[in-house]
């Protein structure tokens, strides 16, 4: 008989949860701060890591990393010849060259891990071609949602990407992160981590393994699943959609807390390919979970 199985990335218990971004610019390359201006403005707004990621160039953390509290992590954001990758973990700068393939399993090969950055920037909202982010199998995630492009060219969601992908098993992680230039731009997203040390590996590895939601400002308490229901419990949601593969949107409910009871038939079950959480708060604050997979073996 077949067996209906969820597959949940989150841990359930005995972990805490990490606030991070992930992408970021300084004076090193076209931000308007400092590496050391950047860290303070974070660190007040009580993040607990943080990537600069400058455009082509590696600002070594360990220079800034005795004079705060946050993680600091390495990143760089290859840029030059192509879309841009966010590379977090790798601790040098990369040649950018125009196979984005061939950077990343450079960024892999080094102990990195690789993120698509924002699809749908600019003026014909394709900054990363739907079939290249399907070629690129190495990549870990890519940016559903990216602060700077609120104001230039394009869309800061991408979730719409992301579900063509995952709908076709590519199976990617959803990141949001500032891309902070501006000081204005700091606070609008970011990654909130399951970790039981508060280490950058413990980090990077909540990271690798989709142990994450993004966020532009609703809290996640926990994901979990009970036989074939998944429950999601905010803080601060006011409803939550459960999106299945190629976008269907499988319930809906109002309120902090949602579940969803897979069908038991299998072959509804089989359909689903996967199941993630979108949580609406506020004033339009949205955080997506990483999707739970759904095999029927
Ligand atoms: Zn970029
Ligand atoms: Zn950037």
């Known amino acids: 008989m077949a067996v209906i199985q969820i597959t949940n990335p989150y841990l359930p218990d005995g972990y805490r949860w990490l606030k991070g971004n992930l992408h970021t610019h300084t004076t090193n390359s076209d931000g308007e701060l400092s590496p050391a201006a950047i860290i303070t403005e974070y660190e007040k707004r009580d993040y607990d890591f943080l990537a600069i990621s400058d455009h082509d160039t590696y600002v070594d953390p360990h ?3 005795p004079h705060t509290r946050m993680i600091l992590l390495p990143g760089v954001e290859v840029s030059a010849g192509g879309p841009h990758v966010l590379q977090i973990g790798a601790e040098q700068r990369l040649e950018p060259i125009a196979d984005r393939r061939q950077v990343i399993d450079e960024i892999v090969a080094r102990g990195g891990f690789a993120v698509l950055n924002h699809p749908n920037w600019e003026r014909h909202f ?10 690129l199998d190495a990549a870990t995630g890519l940016e559903v949602y990216n602060g700077v492009i609120e104001r230039l060219e394009g869309n800061a969601l991408a979730a719409d990407r992301w579900d063509r992908l995952l709908s076709i098993n590519h199976w990617l992680w959803a990141f949001a992160n500032d891309d902070a230039h ?8 970011w990654n909130v981590v399951q970790v ?5 590996q413990a980090v990077l590895e909540g990271l690798r393994h989709g142990r994450f939601y993004a966020s532009t400002g609703v809290k996640v308490c926990d994901v979990r699943t009970d036989g074939l229901q998944i429950t999601v419990h905010t ?3 006011q409803r939550i959609r459960f999106v299945s593969r190629w ?10 807390q ?8 299998t072959s509804l079950a089989r359909e689903l390919g996967y199941i993630r959480a979108e949580c609406y708060g506020a004033g ?3 955080a997506w979970t990483q999707p739970l997979k759904i095999d029927v073996m």
């Open 126 to 135: 394709n900054h990363f071609p739907q079939e290249q982010m399907q070629s």
């Open 63 to 65: 220079l800034y990393q």
């Open 235 to 237: 803080n601060d949601a």
């Open 258 to 265: 949602g579940s969803y009871r897979l069908p038991d038939d």
């Open 284 to 286: 339009g604050q949205v």
């Open 182 to 189: 501006l000081a204005g731009d700091i606070g609008k997203a």
């Open 247 to 256: 976008g269907i949107i499988r319930a809906s409910t109002d309120g902090t």
């Open 196 to 200: 039981t040390g508060q280490t950058s």
